[in-house]
């Protein structure tokens, strides 16, 4: 059973154009990650929200953490080539530090 | 943060054969080390967490006598494919995380496997 469900799927868009990318769940965690990851690379980590209602700014990328911390957004303004890639969501549930569940992930396409 | 080094990138075998992945914590000591499989445009499915000097922990559903896991030192954990089939073809990839949840779990640059 795949705990965090992504939204969209896929996105493919033209440079400059504005996203949103979602991450939803029925189960509480206590924190979220999002990660990248490009083609033939393992995913690399872009930021971590520990509380429910946070909102974190990286450059053009806005991250949100659900007020009932069981959904998290990503926006990514102005996009650009470089953001083409698979972003993954990651919780981590209550109970300790334990392993985290990853989301089914987002491929994103920007065209130049 | 941690640095972590996979090895091989890619690699093709023929079907019934045996490869060896490696999985070095190349500047932490990482005593728990967790491997991943993924499909094409798919998300990351843990296959099973390395424990230093003892037994993997393996996930519902994967075959702990086909994926054998080594984690002998606090560097490095290896994932062995027994004899390999073309199903088994697909992009491994460990991680060390961090010591908090907060720094993140760091990730190999990935292996892909080919069975021919």
């Known amino acids: 059973t795949q705990l965090l469900e992504q939204s969209p799927q896929f996105l493919s868009i033209q440079e400059g154009e504005n996203l949103t990318v979602y991450c939803n769940s029925s189960?509480?965690?206590?924190?979220l990650q999002w990660y990248r990851q490009e083609p033939g690379e393992g995913p690399v980590l872009l930021v971590t929200v520990v509380t429910g209602g946070e909102v974190k700014k990286l450059k053009r990328l806005t991250f949100q953490f659900g007020d009932a911390r069981k959904d998290s957004s990503l926006h990514i303004t102005a996009a650009q080539p470089g953001d083409t890639g698979l972003y993954l969501c990651?919780?981590?549930?209550?109970?300790?530090?334990?392993?985290?569940?990853f989301g089914t992930g987002t491929k994103l396409q920007v065209i130049p | 943060g941690a640095v972590v080094s996979q090895h091989p990138s890619w690699v093709i075998c023929k079907s019934g054969t045996s490869v060896k992945i490696e999985c070095r914590s190349l500047?932490?000591?990482?005593?728990?080390m967790f491997w991943y499989r993924q499909f094409p445009k798919q998300s990351l499915m843990l296959m099973a967490t390395s424990n230093e000097g003892s037994k993997a922990t393996y996930e519902q559903g994967v075959e702990k006598d086909k994926f054998l896991i080594n984690h002998a030192s606090l560097t490095l954990s290896t994932l062995t494919v027994t004899s390999a089939h073309p199903e088994d073809s697909s992009f491994y990839i460990c991680?060390?995380?961090?010591?908090?949840?907060?720094?993140?779990?760091?990730f190999g640059s990935g292996t892909r496997l080919t069975v021919v």
């Open positions: 500047d932490f000591q990482a005593t728990t």
């Open positions: 990651a919780g981590l549930r209550y109970g300790g530090y334990q392993k985290v569940t």
């Open positions: 991680s060390v995380r961090g010591v908090q949840f907060e720094d993140g779990y760091t």
């Open positions: 189960s509480v965690f206590s924190s």
